[in-house]
């Protein structure tokens, strides 16, 4: 059942995470969706990227469906697996190109089996080395901003250049191959020392694991945002999954009860008000805002940010059908 508590106390702001659909009922699907998460006025809808580029495509054809018929801001993610330096250039530029401006950097999750050190790793070592990346191709492809002069046909006045929004990944629980702490919190550090203006938490499953991390990051020289990643897991199946992948501790309170709902509808109203409860405790901690885990479905999210007191906004809205994604090119 649904429980009532206080809404969060201010206006919080909020974000999506999609993938890339694979099919053409993925597309249409995704598209619609794409448009009941831009009418409730997101900071930004970021769309993954397979490592070495396997959903380039469709990644950047769901980017540019967003740019254009919405006016939320939509974010790339990059990895930096597998790519060479001239490889990553290109792709951050085309990118640019299409109008992005944001970007979720990542190091990426080599291959298993792979040594530090491996060829086919990549050029680039870490994400901050692909923050420092997006930073100087972004200054390259647009070294200054023009605006025309009023009264004056043909002027050009000279401003500051559009800077890039570049996000990365932190780890309330610790990165899986981090050695300690300490390690975690200066991998974090060199990332904003490289340009990184925003910071997206891995999921977890307890308030304290994200307030404990970003006091820990505060003390240690963090500065930028920290958004805590909010996954609803709404079926025991998906919780087991998003455990094998994540390396997080089993949360056994949401574990026993998901497996002992019988019904669908319970179970994801289980998980919803989960999350729910979990918006509203990070919120009141200090959290600058919220980002959700879509799975490329606009209804589980949106409740859940409807149960925590988040209002939604309609300033956003869609201006004309999203088109699919997918009618003019390959999916992933």
Do not use: W
Request: net charge neutral.
């Amino acid at each position: 059942m649904t429980t009532t508590e206080p809404a969060c106390p201010r206006r919080t702001p909020f974000s999506f995470e999609l993938y890339p659909p694979k099919t053409l009922d993925g597309g249409l699907a995704l598209a619609r969706t794409v448009e009941h998460l831009a009418a409730a006025g997101p900071e930004f809808i970021s769309v993954t990227f397979g490592a070495g580029g396997s959903s380039r495509t469709a990644s950047l054809d769901v980017l540019r469906s967003i740019r254009t018929s919405t006016s939320v801001d939509p974010m790339a993610h990059l990895t930096c697996v597998g790519s060479t330096h001239a490889q990553a250039s290109r792709l951050i530029k085309d990118f640019l190109d299409a109008g992005v401006h944001s970007f979720l950097a990542l190091r990426g999750d080599p291959p298993a089996g792979a040594v530090e050190g491996d060829a086919f790793l990549g050029d680039l070592g870490s994400a901050a080395e692909l923050v420092q990346l997006i930073g100087r191709v972004s200054a390259e492809h647009e070294p200054y901003a023009e605006g025309s002069l009023v009264g004056l046909p043909g002027a050009v006045q000279l401003g500051r250049r559009h800077r890039p929004r570049i996000a990365v990944a932190a780890f309330p629980n610790g990165h899986p191959r981090s050695r300690s702490t300490t390690q975690d919190l200066d991998t974090l550090l060199a990332k904003q020392a490289a340009g990184a203006t925003l910071a997206i938490t891995q999921l977890f499953f307890h308030a304290d694991d994200y307030l404990a991390f970003a006091e820990r990051a505060r003390r240690h020289g963090v500065t930028m945002p920290i958004l805590p990643g909010v996954m609803p897991i709404t079926s025991p199946a998906r919780l087991r999954r998003v455990l094998e992948l994540s390396g997080e501790a089993l949360p056994s309170d949401l574990a026993i009860a998901l497996e002992v709902e019988p019904d669908e509808a319970g179970r994801i109203d289980i998980g919803t008000d989960y999350s729910a409860r979990l918006i509203r405790d990070v919120v009141a901690g200090g959290a600058p805002g919220v980002h959700l885990y879509a799975f490329n479905q606009h209804r589980t999210v949106l409740d859940v940010l409807h149960r925590a007191g988040i209002p939604v906004q309609g300033d956003r809205t869609v201006r004309h059908p999203i088109p699919d994604p997918l009618t003019s090119k390959d999916a992933r």
